[in-house]
């Protein structure tokens, strides 16, 4: 799966002006889950948390196009647990 052709998404990177990118979801002890895009899959086993720059993992979500400025990143899970635990626990 990983090795498909990735052709026709390629041309679509290029014909829309977009920026390459590859879609990181990263686990960081302290902030939780995130969703980052950056320009280039990292070549170490752990990545540095784009929010606090400790150790986190990540895992390679996917290639895409985007036309922000990389990297770009945003909080998932932690945020959502946290709105969860407001209605739970008032
Ligand atoms: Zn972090």
Redesign the pocket.
């Known amino acids: 799966m990983l090795h498909q052709p990735m052709t026709a998404l390629s041309d679509a990177v290029v014909n829309n002006s977009l920026t390459r990118c590859y879609y990181l979801h990263i686990t960081?002890?302290?902030?939780g889950e995130?969703r980052a895009a950056v320009s280039e899959i990292p070549t170490t086993r752990f990545f540095a948390?784009?929010?606090?720059?400790?150790e986190?993992e990540y895992r390679i979500m996917g290639q895409g196009g985007t036309l922000k400025a990389l990297p770009f990143w945003e909080r998932l899970v932690s945020d959502q647990y946290a709105a969860f635990w407001k209605t739970v626990n008032h």
Do not use: S
């Not at 960081?28 to 902030?31: E, R």
């Not at 948390?49 to 400790?54: F, H, I, L, N």
């Open positions: 960081c002890f302290a902030c995130l948390c784009p929010r606090c720059q400790g986190a």
